[in-house]
T-cell receptor, first 115, second 109 residues
């Protein structure tokens, strides 16, 4: 039990659908992250929120829209996705996105398949 | 550009020792992390190095040479449960984590 939960664990959607991924952390952390993990590729950082404010947006297409209503919850809204967006989407949290042994704690991920 | 290189896959025998290498080229350096990820599960933190040298934690050790842009993760007394992917990540000058693609470690009896 890592303290970071994600729902749903699996999602199949068509290219015209709209869906949302949810992440919740029970660790009292201030920073939350969305990553994309594709097979045999490095983790790709998508978004970073620190104290509910978005601090990073790594050139992610607008069909991915994050929302962070409070420091414990993070959403990723999906619309008009492409088949190449099929991947494992990981949420993570950390105390602060700064220096020191600032460890990120990951959720189990949502396995997304876009048809 | 920034780059992290690690072998795609390694195989080792139960009870043996294995060393997983990681080389990096990043804009600045603020620490190197190793994470373990079992299939279908979340990555979990293993170790952190920011100074040169060896950090030992039970059966796992991690080494760093900043001048060479090189790290390794050493796993001793391998167990079947060590079969997993091992991810190397470097924190750059912007305190952003740059990730390697991971090394899939297969342990055979």
């Amino acid at each position: 039990e890592t303290g970071v939960t994600q729902t749903p664990r699996h999602l199949v959607m068509g290219m015209t659908n709209k869906k949302s991924l949810k992440c919740e952390q029970h660790l009292g952390h201030n920073a939350m992250y969305w990553y994309k993990q594709s097979a045999k590729k490095p983790l790709e950082l998508m978004f970073v929120y620190n104290f509910k404010e978005q601090t990073e947006n790594n050139s992610v297409p607008s069909r991915f829209s994050p929302e962070c209503p409070n420091s414990s919850h993070l959403f990723l809204h999906l619309h008009t996705l492409q088949p190449e967006d099929s991947a494992l989407y990981l949420c993570a949290s950390s105390q602060d996105p700064g220096g020191g042994v600032e460890t990120q704690y990951f959720g189990p991920g949502t396995r997304l398949l876009v048809l | 550009g920034q780059n992290i290189d690690q072998p795609t896959e390694m195989t080792a025998t139960e009870g043996a020792i294995v060393q997983i290498n990681c080389t990096y080229q990043t804009s600045g350096f603020n620490g190197l992390f190793w994470y373990q990820q079992h299939a279908g599960e979340a990555p979990t933190f293993l170790s952190y190095n920011v100074l040169d040298g060896l950090e030992e934690k039970g059966r796992f050790s991690s080494f760093l040479s900043r001048s060479k842009g090189y790290s390794y993760l050493l796993l001793k007394e391998l167990q079947m449960k060590d079969s997993a992917s091992y991810l190397c990540a470097v924190r750059d000058s912007n305190y952003q984590l740059i990730w390697g693609a991971g090394t899939k470690l297969i342990i055979k009896p």
